[in-house]
């Protein structure tokens, strides 16, 4: 997004503004100051973001949403700080280096009900939107993927190169409120309010509440009968295409400027098929996209050594949810193109030997076999449903209880593969 001239970030069109109801309120209400004429007295403590006290600005007339804000991830961060805490292990000897990391590199991600309703995030820049208009739905472009840009934002609107963008935009011409409406954003809603990451409890919105009929194949679609109750993929698996991921992500300050940078190593474009490595009754399937974060064991070492003891506590490849939905993707073209094809599959030898500890949870050791071998394999007994052990190997490796051994090509397949095939009737 390109900048705003200085003039353009401050110019208010009092003639619009005045006819809304902010506008009926003077200057000085909420940016405090002088009323007088010259600039210098009337800026004597001014305050430029009255909504970075949100309680004295912008409660009295909402204040639900001021009430439930402070508990937001928009506000808290909590994200970020799930994930610092994890790898460093919350050692508290270590948590003045890492405020100072936080606080120049991550801080600025915060935002306040200004910057998303008034003005453009300070983090990109700033400027008010609509000469100072109040948006209650704010411009996508210049909200939410001004700071959501380099990812989803690039994702949806198709900015990636040869890649389109998502179909809900491109055809749809759908915003991101669509889906992340605004109590969701605010804190509101039982999931966000005091969320510890963005994936927080369940999914919401889902696919589904839009597209029921895919959930039991009702549609006609055979790989939706197959696979659309979301137990085995997330709907990401079929119809999302190549996204981003980056590596090497080091946060350092400036000799020169002394301000804070950041850079990555490698930025590219991938698509992998991971195990899910946050799998819950909330978030039931099986396999996902995983997308690679640029973490490393020394991402912090300019504030301090082994900031991130505990590096190997989250997987780098993360579970995702691409915001580049396409009905028809090369992955959903026909059966043959998953099953038995380990090029999209997140197999072992896609990561990097200092990772492999940290990725245990993602990496597929046995990618799904042939379509062949699932109309040929008998189904469970019915009686398998009530054994306490779910290892088929347990007994199918030795013939326990007279349980017939499994053949000789069953040998490379894992317990997380038997009931793909052998499904209880």
């Avoid at 003005?119 to 609509?130: A, C, D, I, M, R």
């Amino acid at each position: 997004m390109a900048p705003l001239e200085p003039w353009e970030k401050v110019l208010v069109d009092n003639e619009t503004f005045s006819q809304t109801d902010h506008g009926e309120l003077t200057c000085i209400e909420c940016h405090a100051g002088v009323n007088a004429s010259e600039k210098e007295s009337a800026h004597e403590g001014l305050l430029a973001s009255p909504s970075s006290q949100p309680q004295e600005f912008c409660g009295e007339c909402h204040e639900e949403e001021v009430a439930s804000y402070p508990n937001s991830l928009h506000n808290t961060q909590a994200g970020y700080w799930t994930a610092i805490n994890t790898r460093n292990g919350n050692i508290p000897e270590d948590h003045p280096a890492l405020n100072e990391m936080f606080g120049n590199h991550c801080a600025t991600c915060h935002t306040t009900c200004g910057e998303c309703h008034v003005s453009q995030p300070e983090n990109v820049g700033g400027g008010l939107f609509t000469g100072h208009v109040f948006e209650k739905t704010p411009p996508m472009t210049r909200s939410c993927t001004a700071c959501h840009g380099s990812r989803v934002g690039n994702e949806f609107l198709g900015k990636n190169e040869g890649i389109p963008g998502d179909v809900h935009f491109r055809e749809a011409r759908m915003s991101c409120v669509k889906c992340h409406e605004g109590a969701e954003l605010h804190g509101m809603t039982e999931t966000s309010a005091n969320a510890e990451h963005r994936y927080n409890g369940a999914e919401d919105p889902q696919c589904i509440d839009c597209h029921a009929e895919v959930s039991d194949g009702s549609d006609g679609v055979e790989m939706h009968a197959q696979h659309g109750d979301g137990n085995e993929l997330s709907c990401q698996v079929c119809h999302s295409v190549t996204y981003t991921s980056c590596d090497g992500c080091h946060v350092a300050v400036s000799e020169t400027s002394g301000n804070p940078f950041f850079e990555t190593e490698a930025t590219y474009h991938t698509f992998f098929i991971g195990r899910n490595p946050i799998q819950s009754e909330d978030r039931p399937a099986k396999y996902v996209p995983v997308r690679h974060v640029p973490v490393t064991t020394n991402s912090y070492e300019f504030y301090g050594e082994n900031l991130l003891a505990s590096f190997d506590a989250l997987s780098t490849w993360v579970y995702s949810t691409p915001h580049n939905i396409q009905r028809n993707t090369p992955q959903n073209a026909s059966c043959e193109a998953c099953h038995a094809n380990p090029a999209i599959f997140l197999t072992a030898d896609k990561v990097q030997a200092v990772e492999q500890n940290a990725n245990q949870s993602v990496i597929v050791n046995t990618v799904p076999p042939a379509v062949e071998l699932f109309l040929a394999a008998m189904p469970q007994p019915a009686e398998h449903a009530d054994l306490a052990s779910d290892s088929c190997v347990a007994c199918h490796e030795k013939g326990i209880r007279n349980s017939p051994v499994y053949p000789e090509n069953h040998v490379n397949f894992a317990n997380e593969s038997c009931s793909g095939c052998h499904k209880l009737p």
